[in-house]
């Protein structure tokens, strides 16, 4: 029996696909040739052949104590059969089996952002050895530590760290994002991207099912195969749906003795629609999601992110870039000698603003090393340098009030016109004469604004900014944003609290943040989203992963949440419906065995072609009006 069920399986569209042709023969033979006995064979061979599938699928479920929709459809088969309703019996099995084959080739469609991530994975890899001799490997046969070169158009087989070259790296198989992404040293690249150009050395991190990309694919995998609550309610009714319906149609034989009328009722009251409607919606919300690169770990995060009123961010590294960079330089003297020599002067710190301030004057094409004399650090002021030919001084205003640099008037309302703005200030003098002003801060993510009010639009009702960044600095940020509420100078349990706050008034609480520090509010908020590039700890604690930093990605998710869960409510009424309404229609008269299974199959392939809508559902653009309307 094992055997011939997975003959039967393996074959299944080969034999649906005879059964069509001894149906199509047998029309000829009956309407065209006149051949009434041939006709009735070839639909004797379809019902048999039909049959054989469904029973054996019927059989299978009842081994397991499930009294299975397989099951209604072979006793109105048989019944058909008995009363000598050979078309009707072969139209029932055909129609059936095709609805098996739509809904395969539809979650198999679905599926589909899932197919192409796996034949993206990358199987070989050029090791370097010691000798900077390349040889072509296995991936499963790195090693961390490994170094593997990537040479133009190649694929990077691994995660880890560029030690060696520059050149632009298209990351869409990642975060979803198209746009070429120069790298350099000490940046990080993930398995699955592609060098668009300049060849590179890579330090491994992370192989296989271990690197950001092997994860996407697993969890992927996973959402699509969960339940979501909708699904579970669907396979709970089924449970009691399908008893009831045999007995209602052993009840309407018993009142009516009409034989075949019990039938129909059986046939008419198979729920394919419905239990098909959930899950194919559920796949292709979560495959678009996916190819988007937003990764919703299944049905039940869908769901609870569809009801979510409030959402609540933390701000560094989620509202804000995480990195240091230059807001603006006021310049009193020469700019390219006086950035030449600040440059110089924060080389030799690793402090994070000197880092911003030499990439700000890398970005200006400033590339002179001027000679600097021996500097010595004041704790908690700056560095101060002097020599025979001039005296530098780089820090706070402190530094300079100790050293007795005049301010004016005009550098004055610099200083505090970038304070002002959240900045931390970087001052530098030569021989007494303050030279420049420059304000570096924690930029805001530039699809911040839009992307947020987006969320509003779309049905959420409360933004709330949770930080441990001091009040101003928070409140600076906020006022730039459609923020309704600002909590600063928090630690990581304080948010916690704040958390179990809005639970506890009633709102359904989504919390996003980097994945790192958070990860108690992610875990304790209804809905955790993980911004950033997928770390570890964002894809085990966030129940959505945004693997693209990104605002626009997040009201996406949003959206497409929403209009998942009512995709599939859409279903589950098209399905209830169309049973009603067959019933209606069997009860007056005007609906038959063959009509009634031809409007059953018709209603399955509108919840599939309803669910795949969904995969055609295009990210969250804001277009010129909106932005304007962000703006003011």
Wanted: hydrophobic letters at 45%.
């Amino acid at each position: 029996m094992t055997k011939l069920n997975v003959w039967i399986t393996k074959h299944q569209n080969k034999i649906t696909a005879s059964i069509a042709i001894l149906i199509v023969l047998s029309l000829l033979s009956g309407y065209v040739l006149k051949i009434e006995t041939a006709a009735t064979v070839f639909m004797i061979l379809a019902s048999i052949l039909g049959a054989i599938p469904v029973a054996l699928h019927a059989f299978t479920a009842l081994q397991n104590k499930v009294i299975s929709i397989e099951l209604l459809v072979t006793i109105a088969v048989i019944g058909a059969f008995i009363i000598g309703e050979y078309e009707e019996s072969a139209v029932v099995t055909f129609l059936f089996l095709f609805g098996n084959y739509l809904e395969q080739k539809t979650l198999e469609k679905t599926r589909s952002s899932v197919k192409s991530l796996t034949k993206m994975a990358p199987t070989t890899a050029e090791l370097v050895d010691e000798d900077g001799k390349t040889e072509t490997v296995d991936v499963d046969d790195l090693d961390e530590g490994d170094h593997v070169l990537v040479k133009p158009g190649g694929q990077i087989p691994v995660d880890g760290k560029i030690i060696d070259g520059t050149g632009y790296m298209n990351e869409a198989s990642i975060t979803g994002e198209s746009t070429p992404v120069k790298k350099g040293i000490g940046d990080k690249v993930f398995a699955g991207s592609l060098t668009d150009n300049g060849t590179i050395t890579v330090e491994t991190t992370s192989v296989g099912e271990d690197t950001t990309f092997g994860k996407i694919i697993e969890l992927v995998e996973e959402a699509q195969d969960s339940q979501s609550p909708a699904a579970r309610f669907i396979d709970k009714f089924a449970t009691y749906y399908t008893p009831a319906v045999l007995i209602i149609g052993i009840l309407v034989w018993a009142i009516t003795r009409d034989f075949p009328l019990a039938i129909t009722v059986l046939v008419l009251g198979c729920p394919g629609a419905l239990v098909i409607g959930a899950p194919v919606s559920n796949v292709a919300g979560i495959g678009n999601g996916a190819k988007n690169g937003i990764l919703m770990k299944g049905g039940n995060a869908v769901n609870s992110f569809s009801h979510v009123d409030t959402l609540v961010l933390d701000k560094t590294g989620t509202l804000t870039t995480g990195k240091m960079s230059v807001t603006d330089v006021d310049n009193f003297g020469d700019k390219q000698k006086n950035l030449a020599l600040l440059a110089a002067v924060e080389k030799t710190s690793d402090h994070p603003l000197g880092q911003a301030i030499v990439k700000y004057a890398t970005d200006q094409d400033i590339t002179e090393t001027p000679a600097l004399p021996e500097l010595d650090t004041v704790k908690g002021q700056g560095l101060v340098g002097q020599n025979n030919d001039f005296k530098i001084l780089v820090g706070n205003e402190r530094l300079m009030k100790a050293n007795d640099v005049k301010i004016s008037a005009e550098q004055r309302q610099a200083i505090d016109g970038r304070m002002n703005d959240g900045d931390s200030v970087v001052l530098m003098a030569i021989n007494q004469e303050l030279q420049l002003v420059v304000g570096v801060n924690d930029q805001l993510r530039s699809d911040a604004r839009e992307g947020l009010q987006a969320l509003k639009d779309a049905g959420l009702k409360r933004i709330v900014m949770l930080t441990g960044d001091n009040k101003v600095a928070a409140q600076r940020v906020a006022d730039r944003l459609p923020i309704d509420e600002v909590h600063a100078e928090l630690l990581p349990e304080d948010k916690v609290t704040f958390v179990k706050k809005f639970q506890e008034q009633g709102s359904t609480v989504a919390f996003v943040g980097d994945g790192i520090n958070d990860s108690p509010s992610l875990a304790t908020a209804d809905i955790g989203i993980g911004m950033g590039t997928g770390t570890d700890v964002a894809i085990e604690t966030a129940d959505i992963i945004l693997v693209k930093s990104s605002f626009y990605a997040l009201a996406h998710a949003y959206v497409l949440a929403k209009k998942t869960v009512a995709n599939t409510k859409e279903n589950i009424f098209i399905a209830v419906g169309t049973v009603a309404l067959l019933l209606l229609g069997l009860i007056v008269g005007v609906i038959h065995m063959g009509s009634g299974m031809f409007v059953h199959e018709i209603s399955i392939l509108v919840v599939i072609f309803n669910a795949m809508r969904l995969i055609k559902n295009k990210p969250v653009k804001l277009d010129s009006n909106q932005v304007l309307k962000t703006a003011n």
